[in-house]
């Protein structure tokens, strides 16, 4: 049986003010393509499909279009599930639709799946709030999956009934797919487990994150979760929610972060990224397979001590998105930006590394006219408080938006 694992999508998500719908209808083309020759069975996309709880139409399009194209028609089953960034009754409320293509969709870690027939080649054998069984096309042996959805700490508490601290949730966690795997899991088919969590190996160090991946633990959320949690049936444990490809020790199985599809911050400048392939039969170790993609842009942060050798790497290197460190003695000129940015259509940021400031500027600082434009003593504050750097016309045009607001 091949399974095609892939997650963190982020669809409608920019970088800065650049728009990346186009690379994301790109690398998701690659991914069909990658599924239809591998002759996969079963794609797990495992969670975070938007990047917001209410994406634009755009957006809504490309996850649908590319959902049902997954299919192959309806000869392949597709499993999604919500993550933090989802609108779990947003994913949800396609059902309906899903059911017409062959694509299941799990919005909250106790879903359950009520529809017994898909109209597709496939077969829902069994469900239970939090688990599916499914009978492909061309396998006699089922597929049994844990589905576990992003879940904050309040959803966690009512989902698993515990009003107590991390480890009692921990604890219901674990006894939830317990339970699950004790009544529908055993060597007679391959059992799976999808989630959006922070997961990591008990006592060992945190997994790499993004920055806009910060850890559930750290922003409040649910609790991490431990791989020795995973209920040993479990051969494969599909994972989502951190952006690099990463595979977690300590878990009965293999345990994979199959990686977001772009690079979206700068955290992750210059990384491969991933969709992962696995081989499986029931009661046997699964083959896992990491599939470079090679659609979109790269992200690259040089750093340079002069200008020009910032200006020619950016005409050397056009097809990247660029976040640059200039180290100076003096602060750059408008002209100077003017420069850099010119020199590439991709410049996100300009970081400005003042090293060698002169000492009469050090000592005293240039007396304030304030008889200039609020917009203008904005611009002064904000390059004095940034090393020279001026704010970006949309920081700009939000203070204006706020001048306005202000005066009505």
Same mark, same amino acid.
């Given at each position: 049986m091949k399974i095609l694992h892939t997650a963190d999508w982020h669809l409608g998500k920019r970088l800065q003010d650049f728009h990346r719908l186009q690379e994301q209808r790109d690398v998701l083309t690659e991914i069909v393509q990658a599924a239809n020759r591998e002759d996969v069975d079963l794609v797990l996309v495992a969670g975070d499909l938007f990047d917001t709880f209410n994406p634009d139409p755009q957006a809504e399009d490309l996850l649908y279009s590319t959902l049902k194209e997954l299919t192959a028609g309806g000869r392949r089953v597709v499993v999604a599930i919500a993550g933090n960034h989802d609108n779990p009754d947003r994913i949800e409320a396609q059902d309906h639709f899903g059911r017409e293509c062959g694509i299941i969709f799990a919005g909250?870690?106790?879903?359950?799946?009520?529809?017994? &027939?898909?109209?597709?080649?496939?077969?829902?054998?069994?469900?239970?709030?939090?688990?599916?069984?499914?009978?492909?096309?061309?396998?006699?042996?089922?597929?049994?999956?844990?589905?576990?959805?992003?879940?904050?700490?309040?959803?966690?508490?009512?989902?698993?009934?515990?009003?107590?601290?991390?480890?009692?949730?921990?604890?219901?966690?674990?006894?939830?797919?317990?339970?699950?795997?004790?009544?529908?899991?055993?060597?007679?088919?391959?059992?799976?487990?999808?989630?959006?969590?922070?997961?990591?190996?008990?006592?060992?160090?945190?997994?790499?994150?993004?920055?806009? &991946?910060?850890?559930?633990?750290?922003?409040?959320?649910?609790?991490?979760?431990?791989?020795?949690?995973?209920?040993?049936?479990?051969?494969?444990?599909?994972?989502?929610?951190?952006?690099?490809?990463? &595979?977690?020790?300590?878990?009965?199985?293999?345990?994979?972060?199959?990686?977001?599809?772009?690079?979206?911050?700068?955290?992750?400048?210059?990384?491969?990224?991933?969709?992962?392939?696995?081989?499986?039969?029931?009661?046997?170790a699964v083959i896992v397979t990491p599939i470079p993609l090679t659609t979109g842009k790269r992200l690259l942060r040089p750093r340079f001590k002069r200008v020009d050798e910032a200006v020619e790497w950016l005409q050397q290197n056009p097809n990247c998105y660029a976040e640059i460190t200039l180290q100076t003695p003096n602060y750059l000129t408008s002209d100077e930006r003017r420069q850099l940015q010119r020199a590439h259509e991709s410049l996100v940021t300009i970081i400005p590394d003042v090293r060698e400031v002169e000492e009469t500027e050090q000592e005293s600082a240039p007396a304030i006219d304030l008889t200039q434009s609020m917009e203008a003593l904005f611009i002064s504050y904000f390059k004095n408080k940034n090393k020279g750097q001026e704010p970006n016309e949309r920081l700009q045009h939000l203070f204006r938006e706020i001048l306005a607001t202000e005066s009505e």
């Open positions: 909250f870690p106790k879903t359950e799946v009520r529809s017994y &027939e898909l109209s597709c080649d496939a077969k829902l054998l069994r469900s239970a709030p939090g688990f599916i069984e499914l009978k492909l096309p061309r396998h006699e042996a089922p597929v049994r999956i844990l589905l576990t959805p992003y879940a904050n700490e309040s959803r966690m508490r009512s989902y698993f009934g515990m009003t107590g601290l991390d480890d009692q949730l921990r604890l219901s966690l674990t006894g939830h797919w317990a339970s699950l795997a004790d009544t529908y899991m055993d060597d007679q088919g391959v059992n799976l487990l999808v989630a959006h969590l922070f997961v990591m190996k008990r006592g060992g160090e945190q997994p790499e994150e993004s920055d806009d &991946e910060r850890s559930i633990l750290q922003i409040g959320g649910a609790s991490v979760v431990y791989t020795d949690m995973i209920p040993t049936q479990v051969q494969y444990t599909a994972l989502g929610h951190l952006h690099r490809y990463q &595979e977690m020790a300590g878990g009965p199985g293999r345990v994979v972060y199959s990686s977001s599809p772009l690079a979206y911050s700068f955290a992750e400048a210059d990384q491969q990224k991933y969709i992962v392939l696995i081989e499986a039969e029931p009661g046997q």
